[in-house]
């Protein structure tokens, strides 16, 4: 099949060169030269582990183009997938839509025979409605379909996740649309995994929910981490003590620091704006935003804490900036306000990530990067292990150190208390 992604932000690009190595030949456009430019170099914008193997692969086939001419790829293509942000928008909690509607008036002008029009961009429901009259107020209304297929890709996880979906899930009420996407996922859907076919309006709401409800998951173990603390009980214990309910499943409850990244925190505040347009309270969901908030703060403190609220001049090392192992995302890392926080009450912040230094700290005096993750930890007062990176599970702290007393805050409950205790080190973990 031929395909156009227009996008290639994470999902258009992802989705796009998984499909290509699928056999299906993909354009992926952007208005973005510099980013076509690069990728024509089959160098990657994002960091993604595989996906730049991947895209060689195809770009050699010449199954995977990358351009910046929308109207010949939309016209070469079967089925067209809208895959660009959906940011929060600036004062609110909605989601911008601008891009997604800017799309749908140029495609307007771009369709001449039956195209499926997918948006996998996360949208609130109700929004394929909106792109359908866009595109229908053309003479004849059969030459489009507009079908919603969210997107269930985790980042550094993503083309694992694309070729072994737990499910895929469209929503479209033509019985056309549904079968030409079905065959197009055939190949993975094959593989054990679960194929949804639903309303475009449920589609579109199944997306949030997912997340919304992971947020929840990982909020509720945070919670129950703190109860933890106070009560000398093992927070990992109780994971798998809950996890073996399969109802509940040990997945998304490890107890950690603030969630991030670009989608349950967007994702969650978007859903709550919908439903208030609608007068309905998700008090659940606005719970777990606001519990999420008070986390970043929360274990601030207990930082100032652990160093006795003697917090100038004290050396602190982050191992791990991102919001989670191997991406180079930061979008909405706990990290951020937390050093920004210690930087301004006089700390001396180091940090090593191995995706590389980060622009959100480089204006900040006293906070620096550390290509080498010996010199970030040297001599220093209090190790974060903020992300769980596989870089930092074998660590040996007095070794990297070099110092008597240190003190190492474990946010990923990577490292075992016994073992930390019996090698004299002052350590301190989340919920345990
Ligand atoms: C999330 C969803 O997992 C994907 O299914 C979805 O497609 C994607 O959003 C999206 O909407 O595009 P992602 O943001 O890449 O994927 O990251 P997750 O792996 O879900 O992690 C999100 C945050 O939760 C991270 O900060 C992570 O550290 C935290 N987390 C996750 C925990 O604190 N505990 C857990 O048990 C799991």
């Given at each position: ?14 989705s ?37 193997e ?23 293509a ?31 002008k771009?369709i ?17 409605d ?13 030459l489009?379909?507009?079908?919603s297929n969210?997107?269930f ?9 694309f ?21 197009l ?7 054990s ?5 639903t309303?475009?309006?449920g ?71 919908t ?15 606001k ?22 001049g ?15 995302d930061?979008?909405?890392?706990a ?8 930087n ?8 090593h ?18 290509k ?15 992300t ?19 003190i ?25």
């Amino acid at each position: 099949m031929k395909l156009c992604m227009i996008g290639t932000g994470y999902v258009g690009l992802v989705s796009g060169v998984c499909f290509s190595d699928l056999g299906n030949t993909v354009y992926c456009v952007d208005k973005d030269k510099k980013k076509i430019e690069l990728l024509n170099k089959c160098k990657v914008p994002i960091y993604e582990p595989g996906l730049e193997e991947l895209i060689k692969k195809n770009f050699k086939q010449k199954r995977l183009i990358f351009t910046t001419d929308f109207k010949s790829a939309v016209e070469k293509a079967d089925i067209i997938f809208i895959c660009v942000g959906t940011p929060t928008n600036k004062n609110s909690n909605s989601a911008n839509l601008n891009y997604v509607f800017q799309v749908a008036n140029q495609l307007k002008k771009n369709i001449k025979k039956y195209k499926i029009v997918v948006t996998k961009s996360t949208v609130p429901v109700t929004t394929g409605d909106k792109i359908e009259k866009i595109l229908v107020k053309q003479k004849n209304k059969k030459l489009v379909d507009v079908v919603s297929n969210p997107e269930f890709l985790r980042e550094g996880e993503a083309i694992r996740d694309f070729v072994y979906p737990d499910r895929v899930v469209i929503g479209t009420n033509s019985k056309k649309a549904n079968r030409i996407l079905k065959n197009l996922y055939l190949p993975i859907i094959k593989k054990s995994s679960r194929y949804l076919h639903t309303s475009r309006r449920g589609a579109e709401l199944i997306k949030y929910a997912s997340n919304a409800f992971l947020a929840t998951k990982i909020s509720f173990i945070n919670e129950l981490a703190n109860l933890c603390e106070q009560t000398n009980v093992d927070i990992k214990d109780i994971s798998s003590g809950m996890g073996l309910d399969q109802r509940i499943g040990d997945r998304f409850l490890r107890a950690g620091p603030a969630y991030g990244g670009s989608c349950f925190p967007k994702d969650t505040r978007a859903l709550i704006d919908t439903a208030n347009k609608y007068k309905v309270d998700l008090s659940i969901i606005k719970s777990t935003v606001k519990s999420n908030n008070l986390r970043k703060i929360k274990l601030t403190k207990k930082i100032e804490k652990i160093l006795n609220k003697k917090l100038k001049g004290k050396k602190i090392t982050f191992l791990g900036v991102t919001f989670k192992p191997n991406t180079d995302d930061m979008r909405e890392a706990a990290s951020i306000p937390m050093i920004k926080y210690l930087n301004k009450k006089g700390c001396e912040v180091r940090y090593h990530d191995p995706s590389g230094e980060k622009k959100e700290f480089r204006n900040l005096k006293n906070v620096k990067y550390f290509k080498d993750i010996s010199a970030a930890c040297l001599k220093t007062d209090l190790i974060i292990l903020h992300t769980e990176w596989n870089d930092f599970k074998l660590l040996n702290f007095k070794k990297l150190i070099k110092k008597k007393n240190f003190i190492v805050y474990d946010l990923r409950n990577i490292y075992s208390p016994t073992k930390m205790r019996e090698m004299k080190i002052k350590y301190f973990a989340v919920g345990r």
